[in-house]
């Protein structure tokens, strides 16, 4: 029996690429920062792992990874978010003698997970993004700030779920922010203002040999937080053309492994425009898997030399709900929560699954509810919620 080991325990993500490689046997183990996660409880987790902090002490945890796939014998491993992600990248010429990380190339890599990289990335492709600039320096920024057209976007190079994001409405207001985020990660981008238009995702697979084996568009319905966050509800569609300027971007970009593109309506004039690029596995992974697309099995087959037919059509109109505890912090921030479409407590009914609740699989609950217990009084967890 082939064994994956699973990062990120606690996120959603996780839970979903368990269940889908445990339903089909393949011996999972799931590692986190605590034992009180989500994934833990699922039945399709054969063995719960606590290891270091890979943003705190990111060589421990190489430490810690190294002994853990010797250990277990893991055959494959998938990196489920970004800071196990960075350590990976780091040492994956180390880490390709021991097992199998199914990740594109380092420099590949480097483009996708860096906004300004990636932004100029496309720039390059003729795709659509919104105009944006790269100073080098203060006194740069402070010759350029005159001549823009306010409001204007401060983006932290590397970051998600919106977070270090900052909106300048004036030219002083826009030299402090850039300042204040500089000093938090040198040289962020700055990016004209268009809008908190619909968001849409797009989904992609490639081979090792960088050819497309997978796709997969989603609609973000609802976010928390409300105006910035991630999405809490999505809806699979079908959108041919939005496809083709995925494609033109990623041909630019040898790619191996998943990888999600965020594109916005532009509200000045109703165009799509790019936004960036998530060299990984995506928050919402369950709704590509309910509507067809099972990105974790795909990726694992491909990681095992097994031949993988390509997966180009899905159901359309399907909807994936993050209730817990996404959607319900969404319910309460929202001033219109009784015209939500779907309702919060919608179901097959409205054509809506769940993300983590699942009758044949019910302890995940469980682990959400002990999870919330063992952070209820950690504030360090709170800020990270909430704060963007």
């Given at each position: 029996m082939k064994t994956v080991l699973l990062t990120n325990g606690q996120q959603r993500k996780t839970l979903a690429a368990a269940r889908s490689l445990g339903k089909r046997g393949i011996n999972v183990i799931v590692a986190e920062e605590?034992?009180?996660?989500?994934?833990?409880?699922?039945?399709?987790?054969?063995?719960?792992?606590?290891?270091?902090?890979?943003?705190?002490?990111?060589?421990?945890?190489?430490?810690?990874?190294?002994?853990?796939?010797?250990?277990?014998?893991?055959?494959?491993?998938?990196?489920?978010?970004?800071?196990?992600?960075?350590?990976?990248?780091?040492?994956?010429?180390?880490?390709?003698?021991?097992?199998?990380?199914?990740?594109?190339?380092?420099?590949?890599?480097?483009?996708?997970?860096?906004?300004?990289?990636?932004?100029?990335?496309?720039?390059?492709?003729?795709?659509?993004?919104?105009?944006?600039?790269?100073?080098?320096?203060?006194?740069?920024?402070?010759?350029?700030?005159?001549?823009?057209?306010?409001?204007?976007?401060?983006?932290?190079?590397?970051?998600?779920?919106?977070?270090?994001?900052?909106?300048?409405?004036?030219?002083?207001?826009?030299?402090?922010?850039?300042?204040?985020?500089?000093?938090?990660?040198?040289?962020?981008?700055?990016?004209?203002?268009?809008?908190?238009?619909?968001?849409?995702?797009?989904?992609?697979?490639?081979?090792?040999?960088?050819?497309?084996?997978?796709?997969?568009?989603?609609?973000?319905?609802?976010?928390?937080?409300?105006?910035?966050?991630?999405?809490?509800?999505?809806?699979?569609?079908?959108?041919?053309?939005?496809?083709?300027?995925?494609?033109?971007?990623?041909?630019?970009?040898?790619?191996?492994g998943v990888v999600e593109l965020e594109f916005m309506i532009d509200q000045r004039d109703n165009k799509l425009k790019f936004m960036e690029i998530n060299p990984r596995f995506w928050g919402s992974l369950q709704m590509a898997i309910a509507a067809g697309v099972d990105f974790p099995w795909l990726l694992y087959k491909l990681a095992a030399g097994e031949f993988v037919e390509k997966v180009l059509k899905y159901e359309t109109g399907l909807m994936c709900k993050w209730l817990l505890p996404g959607d319900i912090f969404h319910f309460i921030s929202n001033k219109s929560r009784r015209n939500m479409n779907p309702p919060l407590f919608s179901g097959k009914r409205h054509k809506v699954i769940d993300d983590t609740i699942d009758i044949k699989d019910p302890l995940p609950v469980l682990g959400f509810i002990l999870a919330c217990l063992r952070y209820v009084f950690d504030i360090n967890m709170w800020k990270f919620i909430f704060k963007r």
């Open positions: 605590t034992r009180f996660n989500i994934s833990a409880f699922s039945k399709y987790c054969s063995k719960s792992l606590v290891y270091p902090s890979p943003k705190k002490a990111p060589e421990e945890f190489y430490k810690w990874l190294t002994a853990s796939i010797k250990k277990y014998d893991c055959d494959v491993v998938f990196p489920m978010d970004d800071d196990v992600l960075e350590v990976v990248m780091n040492h994956s010429h180390e880490l390709s003698k021991m097992c199998t990380i199914p990740l594109p190339s380092k420099e590949s890599y480097e483009t996708a997970c860096d906004k300004g990289n990636a932004i100029k990335l496309v720039q390059g492709s003729g795709a659509p993004c919104p105009k944006t600039i790269f100073p080098d320096s203060l006194s740069s920024l402070k010759a350029l700030a005159a001549t823009m057209n306010y409001p204007m976007v401060i983006k932290p190079r590397k970051s998600s779920g919106s977070r270090g994001i900052r909106i300048a409405h004036d030219e002083e207001e826009l030299l402090g922010l850039y300042e204040e985020a500089h000093s938090a990660q040198p040289f962020p981008v700055v990016q004209e203002y268009i809008g908190l238009g619909e968001r849409y995702d797009v989904c992609l697979l490639y081979d090792k040999n960088h050819k497309l084996i997978a796709h997969f568009i989603q609609k973000e319905i609802r976010h928390f937080p409300v105006d910035i966050g991630p999405s809490t509800v999505q809806m699979s569609v079908e959108m041919p053309e939005l496809l083709e300027t995925a494609l033109s971007i990623m041909k630019q970009l040898p790619w191996y």
